[in-house]
């Protein structure tokens, strides 16, 4: 199956020599890693709200104030995803026990843990990406490293590929289990049938099971995934043998039912009872309709922008290398019947998909190996001649190329780490603030922002940092007529704000603490009995915190509500220079009632050090990490946006 599709050029200059793949993984590995610990932007909730949070109550149990979404009380979630983390967050925090490491480690410990496992998942998607390209073109062909440096130079990878979605997992389990795919079912070429020697037909056999194995937990993580695996097998069982479609019927049951049975058992000790969580999926997202409570989007979405955002400035090169796998003739074979089942895959996923109301580039994320795969060719063919000659007739290739690989390089910095950065941040200046003030009592915090809008415990850390937020649950069980007036309470709050404060915190607005209550519990021990984290957090109607949160387009809003009251800047990062979403727009705003703190933020201010660019704005402060009588200045780079 080793052929290179390039014509007029020699065979030395048509392949490479392919080093240690072993050098290749641990490569790959050692650059995810990069990427991973890099990475300090918020993309999706679902990183962490169905991942990390589930784990982290599975790992440290429930008063720790994990956020337990509504999907997980209903059972719609596969178990599988967060029991992975929380086998990671057992370990470390072991780790940290038997290194009698400080709280501060610990928590930066189990913050990078996750990525460090994404990390490792990630590089897997990537070198398998590298395997399939050369089960298509030949491991030594120019393509197969293409198909490798798309994957690196990818803008998508480096911003998604290391987050704990379960997309992400999903995107690997898929490219793993198409290279252990026996595509040679679905050839047109004659197979001999007893020739083969019964070694090569066992390990055929072993990789039948393996890839089907596969198949089956992504379609247990993602109930979508299923539609590349049934066009894939649609296209063996009509290509092939009725003996071949006997041995794929049986794997697939057996299989199948294997995976499934052990998901049903796990599913059955993370929930307690039994629980079959991808008909749950269905039914409440199909049937319901509940999908659609989280947004609409046009039937060409994934066409109009899931594509563009997942290829970015390959975009063009797919589109020409999509057209030429689906329209190019049987004639080659092994090579030719690949890359029309790859690029039928790209075109069923998103075309079923698209019938359904509410879209995310992320659901169509496991199409992405497979379209670098397809991309390569077309690369090649493109930039090959001007790389490897000197003749000035291809300097335009070279410069779009240096183009390209620059316009990457951009998108990739800003999305990683600065678009959507101060939802992170923040967490990182309140669990400073946690250390500083009484970590036995702790600090509170409440974020007056849409649901969802940063990371929770699993960057929170401390359970005596305990926290709330405004809640967005989905009208579950509801008539329809019930379903149109209902309003969550993010909304609630963000059609009036005022009349919000009123009824839904602790006092109102008349009663609000003048004293942050580390401080209250240090003179009066007696004044507030202490809750745990989980409590605080559903308590009704919310606490006044020691800490509010908020997106600085809300300041108009909360000024005069709160002129009267004791609360008073003390922290500001930047968030985005721009923002679809207008309650999410501008920094990231904190008020404290700690009035050390806010004349420490006030003296910060008045000596701002502020760095101009002509298109990149760097506002440089000193972040106070206050003690009541003592300030310890840090500097910290605060803000980075485009002009």
């Not at 009824?503 to 580390?518: A, F, N």
């Not at 220079?577 to 933020?601: K, M, Y």
Request: aromatic share 12%; hydrophobic share 45%.
């Amino acid at each position: 199956m080793n052929r290179n599709s390039s014509s007029g050029a020699s065979p030395r200059s048509r392949s490479l020599r392919p080093p240690s793949a072993l050098r290749v993984f641990l490569a790959l590995v050692a650059f995810r890693l990069a990427n991973a610990l890099s990475l300090r932007t918020f993309f999706q909730p679902d990183e962490f709200f169905q991942s990390l949070e589930p784990a982290w109550h599975v790992a440290f149990g429930e008063s720790q104030g994990a956020w337990i979404t509504w999907e997980w009380k209903h059972h719609l979630r596969s178990s599988i995803h967060p029991l992975l983390f929380s086998a990671v967050y057992s370990t470390t925090d072991l780790a940290a026990q038997v290194l009698h490491l400080s709280a501060a480690t610990r928590a930066d410990l189990l913050i990078a843990a996750p990525k460090v496992t994404q990390a490792v998942i990630a590089a897997v998607g990537d070198f398998y990406t590298w395997r399939l390209a050369g089960l298509v073109y030949g491991y030594r062909s120019r393509e197969a490293w293409a198909a490798l440096a798309l994957t690196v130079v990818s803008p998508w990878q480096w911003f998604c590929s290391t987050r704990t979605l379960s997309n992400c997992l999903e995107n690997t389990i898929t490219i793993v289990g198409l290279c252990l795919w026996p595509w040679e079912w679905s050839t047109s070429r004659p197979r001999p049938r007893d020739s083969a020697r019964k070694g090569d037909r066992d390990w055929a056999l072993i990789r039948l099971r393996q890839c089907l194995c596969l198949a089956a937990l992504a379609c247990i993580l993602r109930p979508t995934n299923i539609l590349i695996w049934a066009t894939l097998a649609s296209v063996a069982w009509f290509r092939s043998s009725w003996a071949t479609r006997k041995v794929l019927a049986r794997e697939v049951l057996i299989c199948g039912s294997t995976v499934l049975f052990s998901s049903t058992l796990l599913d059955r000790l993370f929930y307690g009872v039994w629980a079959f969580p991808p008909l749950r999926f269905l039914y409440f997202n199909i049937v319901q309709s509940l999908s659609v409570f989280y947004g609409k989007n046009d039937w060409h979405y994934y066409v109009s922008q899931g594509y563009p955002l997942l290829l970015t400035t390959a975009l063009p090169f797919t589109a020409i290398g999509l057209y030429r796998a689906l329209t190019r003739r049987q004639s080659n074979g092994g090579q030719a019947s690949m890359q029309v089942q790859l690029g039928a895959i790209c075109l069923v996923m998103p075309l079923t998909l698209s019938l359904i109301s509410h879209k995310e580039v992320r659901f169509i994320y496991p199409l992405l190996p497979s379209l670098h795969v397809l991309t390569a060719p077309t690369l090649v063919n493109f930039f090959l001649p001007a790389v490897a000659r000197s003749s000035g007739s291809y300097t335009p290739r070279r410069l779009t190329l240096v183009f390209l690989l620059l316009a990457n390089f951009v998108i990739a910095l800003y999305t990683t780490l600065y678009h959507a950065s101060g939802t992170v941040e923040v967490l990182s200046y309140l669990r400073e603030q946690h250390q500083s003030h009484n970590p036995d009592h702790g600090i509170t915090a409440g974020f007056l922002m849409p649901c969802h809008s940063t990371p929770w415990r699993s960057h929170l850390v401390y359970p005596n940092l305990r926290a709330w937020a405004l809640s967005c649950n989905p009208p579950v069980d509801l008539t329809d007529s019930q379903k149109a007036v209902y309003v969550d309470e993010a909304d609630q709050f963000y059609d009036q704000a005022g009349q919000f404060l009123r009824t839904h915190m602790g006092g109102g607005l008349r009663h609000v603490p003048r004293k942050p209550s580390y401080i209250t519990m240090t003179t009066n021990p007696s004044s507030k009995s202490i809750i745990t984290a989980s409590g605080y957090q559903q308590k009704f109607p919310h606490d006044w915190p020691d800490y509010l949160v908020f997106f600085a387009q809300l300041e108009p809003t909360l000024k005069p509500l709160l002129r009267s009251s004791s609360y008073a800047e003390c922290h500001r990062t930047f968030n985005s220079a721009w923002h679809d979403d207008w309650r999410r727009r501008g920094d990231i705003v904190v008020w404290c009632l700690d009035a050390t703190e806010q004349q420490a933020w006030r003296s910060i201010l008045e000596t701002g050090i502020f760095l101009l660019f002509p298109v990149v704005v760097i506002h440089v402060e000193m972040v106070a990490i206050a003690a009541v009588d003592d300030v310890d200045p840090v500097v910290v780079v605060m803000a980075l946006g485009t002009s």
